[in-house]
C-alpha cells in the first residue's frame, strides 16, 4: 500500500499549486480519501475530503472557495487545486485514506 503525493513547491501569495497523489497496492476506488496539512509547528489539519465516487466533497472553512479537490480513479490519484495562497497556507500536505493511512507528504511554502 502506498501513497505518493507530488506537486509542492515555493510560491507567492496569490499563486497556484497542484498537489497530486498516486495511489498503489490497494483499491482507490473503494475508499474516501482526504487531503490534511501540517503547518511547522502545529499539529495535523484535515483540509478537503472527497468519497469514493468523487460526487462528493468537503472543505475546511480555510479552503472553501481557493482549493479544489478531485480524483480519477482510472489513474488511481487524488488531486488537491489551490488556487489564491496564502502565506498560512504554508505547511506538508498529506494525502490519506479515510483509516488514516497517509503519505510522506510534500512540502508547500507561500512566501514572497
Known amino acids: 500500500v502506498q501513497l505518493v503525493e507530488s506537486g509542492g513547491g515555493l510560491v507567492q501569495p496569490g499563486e497556484s499549486l497542484r498537489l497530486s497523489c498516486a495511489a498503489s497496492g490497494f483499491t482507490f476506488s473503494s475508499y474516501g480519501m482526504r487531503w490534511v496539512r501540517q503547518a511547522p509547528g502545529k499539529g495535523l489539519e484535515w483540509v478537503s475530503a472527497?468519497?469514493?465516487?468523487?460526487?462528493?466533497?468537503n472543505y475546511a472553512d480555510s479552503a472553501k472557495g481557493r482549493f479544489t479537490i478531485s480524483r480519477d480513479n482510472v489513474k488511481k490519484t487524488l488531486y488537491l487545486q489551490m488556487n489564491s495562497l496564502r502565506p498560512d497556507d504554508t505547511a506538508v500536505y498529506y494525502c490519506?485514506?479515510?483509516?488514516?493511512?497517509r503519505g510522506q507528504g510534500t512540502q508547500v511554502t507561500v512566501s514572497s
Open positions: 490519506a485514506r479515510v483509516d488514516g493511512f
Open positions: 472527497i468519497n469514493p465516487g468523487g460526487s462528493r466533497t
